[in-house]
């Protein structure tokens, strides 16, 4: 690689998409977590001629229940790491734009300089003795 090119208002752009998605995919988890039990619940079981209230025991109840033990992990993972995905972004993008600021007043600082010049006759170097 010969050098970083990072916009970051592009950065920033890319990073307000992203949290709307990000946004709506906590919303849908949220949701879910909400939704999957009541569904559970009106689903019913298998016993006919119950008039109390809807158990999740069923049939339907069961593989919701199962999905949910199954995905619900995951699910959460996605969700952290998307979060934390962001925040990197946005940290990173930060200390890039840092980095600019402080080559860029190193080299403001080095041109303004007076120079310096050798005496006449010297190198710089050092004789070895022997």
């Known amino acids: 690689m010969t050098g970083w090119d990072i916009s970051p208002s592009g950065v920033q752009g890319a990073l307000k998409k992203a949290a709307v998605s990000a946004e709506d995919l ?3 988890g949220t949701n879910l977590s909400d939704t999957l039990p009541r ?3 009106a689903a019913g079981t298998v016993a006919s001629g ?3 209230p809807a158990l ?3 049939p339907v109840a069961a593989a919701l229940g199962e ?3 199954h995905w619900q992990k995951d699910l959460r993972y996605v969700v952290e790491r998307t979060g934390k995905s962001l925040t990197g972004a946005v940290e990173a993008t930060t200390e890039y734009a840092k980095g600019d600021l402080t080559m860029a007043a190193q080299a403001l600082h080095a041109a303004v ?4 010049p050798a005496p006449p006759g010297f190198s710089g170097k050092q004789a ?3």
């Open 113 to 116: 300089q007076e120079p310096v």
């Open 26 to 28: 906590s919303t849908a």
């Open 50 to 52: 119950y008039t109390g």
């Open 39 to 41: 569904t559970a619940t």
């Open 67 to 69: 999905f949910m033990q």
């Open 56 to 58: 999740a025991t069923g």
């Open 128 to 130: 070895v003795s022997e």
